[in-house]
């Protein structure tokens, strides 16, 4: 094991939540490679390494039920490993193999780049000699993620396990999706040291954002809108010349809005002549294509509108 590589080790989560904000957890890093989790940017990962983290509606059931779940992911994993043995899909000879499951235990590398893999494996030879050491990835999931399975694996984890092996050291992961409930996957993740540098790289490069608080390019405006109201909740009143390349964004803005306008007139258009075409039918064969015109009833109600504060982004033609 490098020099560079600690192992620390946790009572809880909540004080294994306080540690990650000092380092990049091996389930972030994606994000800087745009692979993320949904609702994660560069710069919503930035806000929380230096603000904190915010909670962004996290199902605790959901997280219990991945807690409870993980021994029986573990003896699935177990199972497959004994059955696969001698077929070739562990790229290693061995006799026999050891795991272990883990909670808040940490290893970290360069003392921003960390990893908590849901546990560890260790394929030994006949004279009980470790040949290679491996990470293990839990997954329990919805149905909705049997497509990014189904001919290989979600990038987003393959980036996980890699990060993981970078902090350990190790050669190899496995990462297990159990799916739907009732659907399990395996699949062998292979030390890729080419990948390995670049992430080391991309991590470095935030790292230095974080530690000399310099602002990651915001990339989604659903996202980093609601990152951004809370970085600058207030305007000052001020006015600001924007450099070349802020005001080319500007330019290609109005362009761009100009085109979905000319678009939307022609969709707006076609779906006039549509429901001309339909009359008083309820479906229309186009092709291989269904049209539907449902008649839709909708309730009277009242809404009560809650007081708010936000700041409106317009683009104009100046007078000047």
């Not at 990049?24 to 919503?44: C, D, M, Q, W």
């Not at 399975?149 to 050669?171: E, I, N, R, S």
Request: one cysteine or more.
């Amino acid at each position: 094991m490098s020099d560079s590589i600690r192992i620390d080790r946790y009572a809880n989560r909540q004080d294994w939540l306080d540690a990650r904000q000092e380092t990049i957890g091996a389930s972030e890093s994606a994000v800087l490679f745009g692979i993320g989790y949904k609702g994660a940017t560069p710069l919503s990962l930035y806000t929380d390494k230096v603000f904190g983290k915010e909670e962004r509606g996290s199902d605790p059931m959901f997280l219990k039920i991945g807690t409870l779940i993980e021994p029986v992911i573990l003896q699935l994993v177990r199972e497959w490993v004994r059955e696969n043995q001698s077929t070739g899909e562990i790229p290693y000879k061995f006799d026999e193999f050891i795991t272990d499951s883990n909670d808040y235990d940490v290893w970290v590398r360069d003392d921003y780049l960390s990893a908590t893999p849901d546990g560890v494996i260790y394929l030994l030879d006949s004279k009980r000699e470790i040949v290679a050491s491996g990470v293990l990835e839990f997954k329990n999931v919805g149905i909705w993620a049997a497509a990014e399975w189904k001919d290989g694996m979600p990038l987003k984890h393959q980036a996980q396990v890699q990060h993981q092996l970078m902090c350990t050291g190790y050669d190899f992961g496995i990462l297990a999706g159990l799916i739907g409930g009732n659907s399990f996957e395996v699949r062998i993740v292979k030390r890729n040291e080419t990948f390995i540098k670049e992430l080391k790289k991309v991590c470095a490069a935030f790292w230095k954002c974080v530690q000399e608080d310099i602002e990651p390019q915001a990339v989604d405006l659903k996202v980093d809108k609601r990152v951004l109201e809370q970085l600058h909740p207030d305007d000052n009143g001020e006015t600001i010349e924007l450099d070349d390349e802020a005001t080319a964004l500007v330019a290609d803005s109005i362009n761009r809005k100009q085109l979905i306008k000319e678009n939307q007139k022609k969709v707006d258009a076609n779906e006039a002549k549509l429901r001309q075409i339909i009359g008083d039918n309820t479906f229309a064969k186009a092709g291989a294509n269904i049209v539907s015109l449902k008649t839709q009833t909708r309730k009277e109600r009242v809404q009560k509108v809650a007081a708010s504060k936000f700041r409106v982004l317009r683009i104009k033609e100046s007078k000047e």
